[in-house]
């Protein structure tokens, strides 16, 4: 197998929404839960997706981790390295995506390295280095109340800059406008005065695809699915890869109980768990408890069982900004989240023993800490279900056939729980 896309991405979540993405755009893709044992049979593709769970983990650790997911890669022939960061450019002042990025630089020795978290489809563009979140700044959208990360300022100039040994420069709209070539001679020139990393503007499809263009050509890139979507257009329409219809299709039916947890706290989270309360039994997790350690997994797992035989259940333990605050505040970010974390392992883990096939994570964390816990190698990509979050089949793994769906915390519309269930029979 020789690779024409390596992909490593900081999150599940965001690896199942590149590998929707570069799916749809025509490439055999396969997604892979860190980095593949030898022995893991992938089938022949054009691009594999890395998932690592690095984000909010240490820089040391995460720099490590993404160090070997390169190796990997690029010894299965991937010329170009793209590391998917998500498209609200969640991290803090301490990384990861400075450390990782300076890193894998200095690894495939690029001069500059182009930076972009614009997603359109999913309402994140970049003008002037600045990141909006549908029509607000990112400073203003509800990222600046993340559990783990928020978002205060929107300049991704200044973000970067904070994060890297590098200075980081801007690629601006009038010059991604103008062309790849504009492109092209702007990078040489940041690259010309020692710039080792630009922002550069995206607004619509067509600035991924001119910086895809760009990209493709050099040996790493940075961002969300946006300019995964500018490189896989940019290898198909320069003929590196010849296009393959999106699989989408259903594929076998695994049947069976079905279920959704969501750790995520978003507001878009927010919003379709109090959809999906006409649609479907929900159990709200008592976080204190889970800190406390009085046997909620448990409770949720009694609450579960007689529930399944009749229909789909959604376990969660999301709550508003006041309340992640407030809970935070007792008992430390760090261990509320990880606590948290684990215990939908837990309840994931005992589902699937008791015989849910069907499972649907909202959040990237939480979906992290549920997948590890399932010991699934990878996925295969199916139907979209919503912007970036496609159903995913197991692959590999001793789980059985699965099928999967990790939504990112901000994606879907509000009745994502039953449209994810529609597809995933
Ligand atoms: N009630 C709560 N109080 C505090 N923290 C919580 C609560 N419920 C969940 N969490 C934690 O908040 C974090 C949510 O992060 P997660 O990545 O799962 O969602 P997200 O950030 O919305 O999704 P994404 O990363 O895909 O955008 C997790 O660490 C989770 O354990
Ligand atoms: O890019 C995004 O917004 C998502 O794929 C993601 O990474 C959320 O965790």
Redesign the pocket.
Known sequence: MTLALGCIAD?Y??ASDLANTLTRAGLRTVQTIGVPADDLALPEVDAVVVSLKS??IGAGLAVSRSRAAETWLRSRGAGHVLFKI?S?F?STDVGNIGPVMDALRADCGEAAVLVTPAFPETGRTVYQGNLFVGAVPLNESSLKD???NPMRDSNLVRVLARQSRTQIGLVDLATVTRGADAVRARVAELAGKGIGAAIIDAVFDRDLETIGLVAAQHRLSVGASGIGLGLARALVSTGKIKSTAASGGPGAAVGGPAACLA????QA?LHQIASAERAMPVLH?D?DRILTGVGEAQRALDWASPRLAEGPVLIA???TPD??AA??ARHG?DA??????QT?ADIAENLVKSGVRRLVV????????VVDRLRIPGFLVGAEIAAGVPVLRAVGGTSGDMLLAL?????GGPEFFSDALGLMR
């Open positions: 999150d979540t965001g984000r909010s998500c609200t969640d993340h559990p783990l750790g995520s706290c978003s989270t997790l976080p333990s999301s709550a309340q992640v809970l935070q970010r509320a989240g990880h606590a948290i974390e939908m909202a959040g990237g964390e939480t979906s992290g800490a939504k990112s915390g901000n994606f």
